[in-house]
């Protein structure tokens, strides 16, 4: 049987960031998902809305989780390309903003783990 775990809570989040982190950032701004970053300036009327590569950050242990046979993060909507990882390890990738899509975690999980997800809405082809 299906059991969902909701961990939307509490993930760090940052615009300015280089790279994947490998470890827990601190120094992020902490958001619950759903979350949206062009809530201000996608309305302020400045045609100034950011446009680029963001990233949301969380740990979590396995203890944490029900016991299961298989173990799927699901996305309920990343706009507009998305890239999970876990323990800096790329998983998948999707692209199409408002569509729910699954990612297989199972043979990667370990006691402690850091998911990243990589979220990119430049204007794209794809």
């Avoid at 890239?83 to 790329?90: D, F, G, L």
């Amino acid at each position: 049987m299906r059991k969902i775990f909701n961990f939307n809570t509490k993930w760090a989040f940052t615009k300015d960031a280089e790279t994947v982190p490998s470890v827990m950032p601190q120094k992020w701004y902490w958001v619950n998902l759903p979350h949206i970053w062009n809530d201000i300036d996608g309305q302020d009327g400045g045609n100034d809305l950011y446009r680029g590569t963001s990233y949301y950050a969380k740990e979590l242990e396995k203890i944490d989780l029900p016991k299961a046979d298989k173990y799927f993060l699901e996305l309920q909507g990343a706009n507009s390309s998305a890239t999970v990882y876990v323990k800096n390890k790329k998983l998948a990738s999707h692209d199409g903003g408002y569509s729910t899509w699954r990612v297989d975690i199972t043979d990667v999980l370990e006691d402690k783990n850091l998911f990243v997800v990589e979220v990119d809405n430049s204007a794209n082809d794809r």
